[in-house]
Structure formats: C-alpha cells, structure tokens
C-alpha cells in the first residue's frame, strides 16, 4: 500500500499597494483597501505615497497597484520602467487623466475582480533630459499657460468661492484657465520636433503621452500612450479666444490647437517655468530653482523621449 502524499498549496501571488489615502474624498481605508486586493487572491504589502517608494517597489512582487490620482500613478509608473511586474490602476484622483487615457474606468470592487481575464497594455514613460538631470513622467511636460498659472489654481480653490466636490473642482479650474489666458503673453520658446524646428511664438506648449491634462481636459484626443510616439501639442497666439471658448464649453469641442507626433523633442530653455505630470516648476519647487542656476542667456537644451522599456498595465472590462 502507497504512502500518503501532502499537497501543498501553490503560494499566492504577492501585490505591492502604493495608495494616496488623501486622494479624492479621502474615505478609502487602508484596511477596505487591503480586503479587497487580498479578496482577489494577492498577498498584500501596503505603503503610502509618503514611505519610501523606491524601497516599496524595489521588489514590487506580481502586481503593483496604484490608488491615487494621476499624481501617484506616475510616481508608481516611472519606477517600474525595466520591471516585469504589470501595473493596476484603482484611479482616486479628481481627473484620473492616465486612467481614462487607457480605458481604466469602472469603481474599486469591479476594477479589482477583473484583475484575472483583464488586458494588458502598455504604458509608454517619457522622461525629460535638462540641466537639472534627468526625470521621467507620464501625463505631460509643458510650458505656457498651464505651467504659469497652475501654483495660483491652487491657491484659488482654497479661497472662500473653491469648489465643493471633485466635479466642482475640474470646472472651477477650466473657468479659471479661460480667465488666466488673456493674461499669458505668447514666448518663442524654440522647439524642434524630431529635428525640424517649429517656428512662431505660442502660448503654450504640451509635451503629451496621454489624451486629458490637468482639469480633465481632452486637449490632445485620441493620444494613445501605447504608440511609441510623444504627442506635441502648440497653442498659437492667434487662437487665443478660441481657445477661451473651448474651455468655457467643458470642452466638449475639439481643441483649437496645433499638434504633431514624434519621437524627440528638444526644446531651448530660456527661464520660463515648466511643468510635469501637473507639478509646476518655478516657485518654491527645490528642482526647479536649480534649473534657474542654468544660464538662460546661452539658452540651455532640454531634451524630450521615451524611455525604451514601457509599462505593462492591466485594463479590466469596464
């Protein structure tokens, strides 16, 4: 007669948590969050966008999971560039702009149980190469308008007319912008796309890797952060007004902008504050004060690309 056999139980996979519990309402408990991933079928190791992410994700196991707007997803996303480990996005945030850019939608319980039969994309990280070294992102680089204006949008939501709720807040900031532009005067920043240069003066330029920015606002429609190409987005002078309007219509019209595709973008740095992933560089930012050490006068380059390796993301049914 045969021995008896012990059958052990194949380990279950590991799910590193990186979670902004500040984002949106603020009302997802790290516990709820946890039950639900480990409901899934996932160890679980839980940190928040305060501990040390380069530590946290170091060894970030089966899945990463990102909850947070689309300030966490890229910080998360730029660190798993090089990692076999896929992303999933639980989006938190109050624009959600990567999310929705890859078809991410769908609340918490159903993103998390379509987990095993969800596709997988890519999500290509671009990084931007300057005197101040180098720095990937995922949403958008940019000068002009949002970089200007975006510290004293921030201000604004705090003053006594701020918005209520997060749908308050993405049309508070859209009037807001409309406001601002007349305000924006138009700069020859020098830019050359995949090595030809583009001339004129503009009111904003937007080094774009998804389709929304900043208040959800589809400024560059139909950019798949999966092609393998950057989308260059120019604002000319004179489509100052229309470009008032659009924002004032939610923007439900198409954008009244210029944009092109490419693969390198290098632009002349000449002073003016940038902007990536919704941060504004130029006040009290610590790494753009040491972009200012640069000499303007000689017209330092930054250089824009992406990265050869992308980022795996699952995309549930939704």
């Known amino acids: ?16 948590i990186i979670h902004n519990p500040t984002a ?26 305060d501990d040390d992410l380069d530590s ?32 999933a996005i639980l989006p938190r945030g109050t624009a959600n702009n990567v999310a929705r850019s890859l078809g991410v939608v769908g609340d918490l319980a159903t993103l998390v149980a379509g987990w095993p039969t969800a596709a997988r994309r890519t ?9 101040w070294g180098k720095r990937r992102f ?3 680089f940019g000068l002009g308008l949002f970089a200007d204006v975006m510290p004293l949008l921030e ?57 929304h920015l900043g208040p959800n606002l589809p400024i560059a429609p139909g950019a798949d952060p999966s092609d393998r190409r950057l989308d260059i987005v120019l604002l000319e002078t004179d489509r100052r007004a229309d470009f008032q309007a659009w924002l004032r ?26 902007h990536m992933d919704g941060q504004a560089w130029g006040h009290d930012r610590a790494p753009f004060q040491t972009v200012r050490t640069a ?16 980022v795996t993301v699952l995309v549930p049914a939704g």
């Open 1 to 16: 007669m045969s021995g008896s056999r012990t059958l052990t139980a194949p380990p279950m996979p590991r799910a590193t």
């Open 24 to 49: 949106g309402d603020g009302a997802l408990s790290a516990d709820r969050l946890v039950d639900l991933v480990r409901g899934a079928g996932y160890e679980t190791v839980y940190a928040t966008t």
């Open 56 to 87: 946290a994700l170091q060894d970030p196991g089966d899945l990463a999971v990102a909850v947070g707007g689309d300030g966490t997803v890229g910080r998360v996303a730029a660190r798993l560039v090089g990692s076999a480990t896929p992303l």
């Open 123 to 131: 999500l290509d990280v671009p990084f931007a190469r300057g005197p």
């Open 138 to 140: 995922v949403e958008s």
């Open 155 to 211: 201000a604004l939501k705090e003053g006594p007319d701020g918005p209520a709720s997060p749908s308050d807040a993405l049309r508070h900031d859209r009037r807001q912008l409309a406001a601002l532009l007349r305000h924006i005067r138009p700069r020859p920043f020098g830019i050359r796309v995949d090595g030809g240069t583009v001339a004129g003066s503009h009111l904003l330029i937007e080094v774009m890797n998804v389709s």
């Open 249 to 274: 219509d939610d923007a439900h019209l198409t954008p009244p902008v210029e944009r092109r595709q490419a693969r390198l973008v290098e632009l002349t740095w000449l002073g003016d504050p940038l």
């Open 295 to 310: 000499r303007a006068a000689s017209g330092a380059s930054i250089a824009i690309a992406l990265e050869r390796d992308a």
